[in-house]
């Protein structure tokens, strides 16, 4: 099976740098995902790694090391509206495949003035 | 393009009575899925597609049902509504390329009295 943990809250100060990590146990996975989530909204895509190494998209950066089973989402220059849950997901080689997300339990994000 | 459309969007339903959660995506998606979310559970997997005609469970079908008469539609029916039902179900659907993200609906928000 699979299992991913992550920190249950985090809180940064707006304007500065916030890691959120993941920590998993799978047998095997094409991919490590992450995605958003506002309050009362939907879920959406952020980033996707299938190789290690880091991953950069505009303000947020996504990294993995496979051997090290383990993974982190990073937010730079932390704006009011990052305030949100996040998730990180793996793509299992068993059952759907590539298709198919597991996800862990989310980080709830809080950025201060 | 209106991507994934989910309906109702809130539901109020008695212990015991059925009712199907529609979902349809105009992207021409071959795989489709639905979630449920509970507080502090993350996104756990329903059901899921990966074409007409082919669906399969996830980690907790119990008490759901589903089919696949066409690409664009995924409805989920509950067969006999109980409290622990009570959660927010998100449909989701993606590409074939392993790289592509899911997009998700806005959710159903179901109550079961």
């Known amino acids: 099976g699979q299992s991913l943990e992550q920190p249950s809250e985090v809180t940064a100060v707006e304007g500065a740098i916030v890691q959120i990590n993941c920590t998993y146990q799978t047998s095997g996975f094409y991919g490590l995902s992450w995605y958003q989530q506002h309050d009362g909204g939907a879920p959406t895509f952020l980033s996707y790694n299938a190789l290690d190494g880091l991953e950069e998209t505009g303000r947020f950066s996504s990294f993995l090391s496979r051997s090290d089973s383990y993974g982190y989402l990073l937010l730079q220059e932390l704006q009011m509206k990052d305030s949100a849950s996040y998730f990180c997901a793996v793509s299992p080689y068993s059952g759907a495949g590539s298709y198919q997300l597991t996800f862990g339990k989310g980080t709830k994000l809080s950025v201060i003035p | 393009n209106a991507g994934v459309t989910q309906t109702p969007k809130f539901q109020v339903l008695k212990t015991g009575q059925s009712m199907t959660l529609q979902c349809a995506q105009d992207m021409n998606h071959e795989y489709m899925s639905w979630y449920r979310q509970d507080p502090g559970m993350g996104l756990r997997l329903i059901h899921y597609?990966?074409?007409?005609?082919?669906?399969d469970q996830g980690e907790v079908p119990n008490g759901y049902n589903v089919s696949r008469s066409t690409t664009e539609d995924f409805p989920l029916r509950l067969l006999s509504a109980a409290p622990s039902q009570t959660s927010v179900y998100f449909c989701?659907?993606?590409?074939?390329?392993?790289?592509?993200?899911?997009?998700f609906g806005d959710g159903t928000r179901l109550s079961i009295l």
């Open positions: 989701a659907s993606r590409g074939q390329a392993s790289n592509q993200p899911q997009h």
């Open positions: 597609s990966v074409g007409a005609g082919i669906t």
